[in-house]
C-alpha cells in the first residue's frame, strides 16, 4: 500500500474497517487500524497533532460522545439501521461492536493527547514513555498474561467486566514496573531485541541503556 496516497489510503482503511476486515479477512479491525495509522501518517496528521490542541479536544468530545451513545445502544440491544453487512448464506454482521471499539480507541487516544499538555503530563510521560518502548514485549505478555490469569479469576467471557477492567489495570501496573526496570540495565524489550536481530541479520547490542535515554 506504500504506493497510496494519503486520502486514498484513508479510504481503503475506511473500507477495511467498516466492511472488509469484518466480513472477508475475518481479521477483525486489525488490518484496517493498520491502514489507518499509514493514512493518518502520510496525511502529516502526528506532526500537527501538536499545533491542533484545539482539534484534538472536539475530536475527543465527538469520539467519547459515539463511544457512550454505542454502548448505550448495546446495553439495550438497540440495533440503529445501517450498522450490519451481509456476513454469509443469509446471515448478517452487526458493526456496531467493532465502530464502538474504533470510537472508544480514538477518544481514549485524543484524551491522553490532552491530558499529556497538562500539568500532570510530565509524570504521565515518565509511566508511559518505558512502556511505549517496548510495545511489542508489552502486547505479547498482556496477551499471555491475560490468557492464564483470565480463567484463574473466573473471567470466561467479555460480559464480565468488572474483572476484566481490574486483570487489564492490574496488567498495565506491572508492565509500567517492569518495563522501567528492565530499561534500566537494557536498551530494548526482549520483543524488540529479537525483532531487531531479524530485521538486521545480526545480533544486536542489548546490554546498557539506549544512548539519550533518561528512563
Request: with cysteine.
Amino acid at each position: 500500500m506504500s504506493y497510496l496516497g494519503g486520502r486514498a489510503a484513508l479510504v481503503v482503511a475506511v473500507l477495511l474497517l467498516l466492511v472488509g476486515a469484518q466480513v472477508v479477512v475475518g481479521y477483525g479491525p486489525i488490518p484496517g487500524l493498520l491502514a489507518l495509522g499509514y493514512a493518518l501518517a502520510k496525511l502529516d496528521v502526528p506532526a500537527a497533532l501538536d499545533r491542533r490542541t484545539g482539534r484534538v479536544a472536539v475530536a475527543f468530545v465527538v469520539f467519547t460522545a459515539l463511544a457512550a451513545g454505542w454502548v448505550a445502544l448495546t446495553l439495550r440491544g438497540i440495533e440503529p439501521p445501517f450498522v450490519s453487512v451481509v456476513g454469509g448464506p443469509g446471515g448478517r454482521v452487526s458493526l456496531l461492536p467493532p465502530l464502538a471499539g474504533i470510537a472508544t480507541g480514538l477518544a481514549y487516544c485524543c484524551g491522553l493527547l490532552l491530558a499529556l499538555r497538562t500539568p500532570v503530563g510530565p509524570a504521565l510521560s515518565a509511566v508511559l514513555s518505558p512502556m511505549g518502548r517496548m510495545a511489542l514485549t508489552n502486547y505479547l505478555s498482556a496477551t499471555v498474561l491475560f490468557l492464564l490469569a483470565g480463567p484463574l479469576l473466573g473471567i470466561d467471557g467479555t460480559d464480565d467486566l468488572p474483572r476484566i477492567v481490574g486483570l487489564t489495570v492490574g496488567i498495565l501496573v506491572v508492565q509500567a514496573v517492569w518495563s522501567r526496570l528492565w530499561l534500566r540495565s537494557f536498551r530494548y524489550g526482549p520483543a524488540e531485541w529479537v525483532w531487531r536481530c531479524l530485521t538486521w541479520w545480526r545480533p544486536a547490542p542489548i546490554r546498557g541503556r539506549a544512548v539519550g535515554s533518561s528512563t
